[in-house]
């Protein structure tokens, strides 16, 4: 499968964006999903996954109740509606697919990135 990740950009803090990730080559629903983020200097982290049916997810902490994933399996698509943003959230985003991990880090296919750079 094959992932492309949009919907980056610059915003302040406490704004809100929203990411997307299109799916293609292969059946989108198969997979469970996930995003991860880099930012600069550090390690890729995980930042939330979804089952492949959207009933279960899993948030890291620092995220919880400001974003939420949430998928289209008819238009192969996964979002990430991202709000309260904070500096901290500056990273590079990424979405990936996996048959069978969900929290684990060792997804199988990875997209391109989307950078997020939120001001203070």
């Known amino acids: 499968v094959q992932l492309q990740a949009s919907g980056g950009g610059l915003v302040q803090a406490g704004d809100s964006l929203r990411l997307s990730c299109a799916a293609s080559?292969?059946?989108?629903?198969?997979?469970?999903m996930a995003w991860f983020r880099q930012a600069p200097g550090k390690e890729r982290e995980f930042v939330v996954a979804i089952s492949w049916i959207g009933r279960i997810t899993s948030y890291t902490d620092s995220v919880k109740g400001r974003f939420t994933v949430s998928r289209d399996n008819a238009k192969d698509t996964l979002y990430l509606q991202m709000n309260s943003l904070k500096p901290e959230d500056t990273a590079v985003y990424y979405c990936?697919?996996?048959?069978?991990?969900?929290?684990?880090?060792?997804?199988?296919?990875w997209g391109q990135g989307t950078l997020v750079t939120v001001s203070s």
């Open positions: 080559g292969r059946t989108f629903s198969r997979y469970n």
């Open positions: 990936a697919a996996d048959e069978t991990r969900l929290t684990s880090v060792n997804y199988d296919y």
